[in-house]
């Protein structure tokens, strides 16, 4: 045995990674090497092909120049062939080499069980409760680092349990209750994400004594048509609590904010479930390790994605015929290996399209991503696959931390930027929709539509869910062309316009609609980066109603939609 400083460690993990990132560029390199090669041999046999139609008359002598530009060919072949065997091996030792070092990292999560059930006491015994603090599974090891800084946060969520959610005794004996409370905590693996529980049988959160608060604070309209669990999330935004005094164990409004920030910027995610009167569960998700991932990348719509590979159990290919006939269906379910699974189409969940751009060719098979959850199965639909690539996901900003559905983002070989997306937020997202919808009747469809224009997936997306909470429809476009494709289908009642877009920007936009009588009318919002006051006047003159700057304040945006529209009952 020897000791060994932490911060020793993390630097060799460090260096592992970049000497992984550094081999994938390099193995990048190779490729081109093989495909420039490839490129020469062809050409030169073309040109060898071409001289034996020069007539013989004719003096040429660069036949042996040919030949020995076609040996160089094959020898830079079987230079590429040699390369790419040891860079083969290469990558096996460094993995092999990464994952030891990992494990120096790991430490067992039971570590922090003792420190977990001291809090709980005194935290019971201060408030004058009786709690039950029972591990039903803490089995197994996680990254110290995330450990580390994870403690305070599950600290907070057992004294958030025990102060909001647990009943006095007298209370829960009322209730039918046993006299003691329960908290119980899990920790386990779901894929390539370490998972913790922290579950509660008290009172649960009162989502219309959130849903007040939140119209108090103006982060929901009054009114709204907003399900219960997107009510939930408001209690994670900054300086929110329903509690009307303030005390040193929870309810100072700073809580649950930074667990949330914490673990986000970990990686990770916070989801929440409760049931009223009958208890709340707490669910963190982080990444099991913070070294390097390898994930798919998928395209939708024409954007790159990334998808941890070890959370798909399996990929399928379905014919265009046979997606069709299954998004035709609602819910929509197809069998695998004897396994049901609830399929949505990426663009849908990512408010994009809610069909691929690819079934229009007959022939094409469409991949589909499988995944087997704990609670459910679930598959995913793509347009198209882009191959799979070691990645380091970085986190997000804080302007992304109450979107779920992207768990962070990674730079490829190439340069480009793509987003991770979280695929269990996204598949138990549609497993509640399915199952509400087939709970309850279909609601009218919400008479005021907003269209939003902009050139980026981001915008679009944020825009999208935070109108659609405001009980409004909403349909996307991504920039002047597509926007006028879309207005031949659909009049909306008003368009949210961005200005620089690629193809037709936002300027260009309005003078093509303005001169059409049938869209002359339609109230037209600028959000944009933009704040020259020329870029204002221009704005004006050609009939925009108002010039919001990004980034935009929610409340100030949802006011201008009313003015123009008219409050609606």
């Known amino acids: 045995m020897i000791r060994i400083r932490s911060d020793l460690l993390e630097k060799l993990n460090t260096l592992s990674i970049e000497n992984n990132i550094i081999r994938v560029n ?15 041999l062809r050409l030169a046999k073309s040109i060898q092909e071409k001289i034996k139609i020069v007539p013989e008359d004719v003096n040429l002598s660069i036949t042996s120049e040919i030949m020995g530009l076609m040996n160089i060919c094959k020898n830079l072949s079987q230079v590429y062939s040699d390369a790419e065997s040891e860079l083969s091996q290469q990558g096996r ?40 603090f029972t591990v039903l599974q803490a089995e197994g090891e996680i990254d110290r680092s995330l ?10 969520l057992l004294r ?20 003691t409370g329960k908290i119980d905590l899990r920790f386990f693996r779901m894929g390539n994400d370490a998972c913790m529980e922290i579950s509660d049988d008290g009172i649960g959160i009162d989502t219309e004594e959130v849903r007040e608060k939140a119209e108090k ?51 990770g995610n916070l989801s929440i479930e409760s049931r009223r009167a009958v208890g709340t569960k707490f669910i963190v998700r982080l990444p099991f390790t913070t070294s390097m991932n390898r994930a798919l990348l998928v395209v939708v719509q024409g954007q790159t994605y990334g998808v941890l590979l070890s959370n798909i159990q399996s990929i399928v290919l379905l014919s265009t015929k046979q997606v069709k006939e299954l998004l035709k269906k609602n819910p929509c379910f197809f069998q695998h290996d004897n396994e049901k699974y609830q399929l949505k189409y990426l663009g849908n969940a990512l408010g994009l399209q809610d069909t691929p751009a690819s079934t229009s060719k007959e022939k094409q098979a469409l991949p589909v991503l499988l995944f087997n959850f704990s609670d459910f199965n679930a598959a995913l639909l793509v347009d198209s696959l882009a191959g799979s690539q070691e990645v380091v996901v ?101 368009i949210l316009l961005d200005v620089e877009m690629p193809r037709m920007g936002g300027f260009q936009f309005v003078e093509k609609i303005r ?24 704005a004006l003159s050609l009939g925009v109603r108002k010039f919001i700057h990004k980034p935009y304040q929610e409340a100030e945006l949802l006011e201008a939609i009313e003015t123009f529209l008219g409050k609606r009952e």
């Open 147 to 156: 450990l580390e800084r994870l403690v305070p946060s599950l600290e907070h």
């Open 26 to 40: 390099l193995g990048h390199q190779i490729e081109n090497i093989k495909i420039n090669t490839g490129e020469i």
């Open 515 to 538: 001169n059409q009588s049938r869209f002359s009318d339609i109230p037209i919002i600028m959000i944009t980066f933009l704040a020259g006051e020329e870029q204002k006047q221009l």
């Open 93 to 132: 030792v460094a993995l092999e080499l990464q994952d030891k070092l990992a494990d120096t990292r790991m430490v067992p999560f039971n570590s922090i069980v003792p420190r977990l059930s001291r809090i709980t006491r005194q935290v019971a015994s201060e408030l004058n409760k009786k709690v039950d």
């Open 394 to 494: 970085q986190t997000l900003g804080p302007q992304f931390k109450l979107m779920d559905i992207f768990s962070g983002a990674t730079l490829l070989a190439d340069g480009r930027v793509v987003i991770i997306l979280d695929a269990y937020s996204i598949t138990a997202r549609t497993a509640k929709q399915m199952i509400e919808s087939t709970e309850k009747p279909i609601a009218p469809k919400r008479e005021v539509l907003v269209m939003v224009v902009d050139d980026s997936v981001t915008i679009r997306t944020v825009t999208k869910n935070f109108l659609e909470r405001h009980k409004y429809a909403v349909i996307t476009a991504k920039d002047g062309i597509d926007a006028l494709n879309k207005l031949e289908k659909e009049k909306p009642d008003i």
């Open 217 to 267: 604070l103006g982060l929901i309209h009054k009114g709204a048509t907003i399900s219960n669990d997107e009510v939930m999330r408001y209690i994670l935004e900054p300086g929110f609590s329903t509690r009307q005094d303030v005390s040193e164990i929870s309810g100072r409004g700073v809580g649950m904010d930074v667990v949330n920030t914490v673990v986000k910027g970990l990686g």
């Open 160 to 179: 958030n349990a025990i102060d909001h959610g647990i009943e006095l005794p007298e209370l829960r004996l009322k209730s039918k209750k046993a006299e």
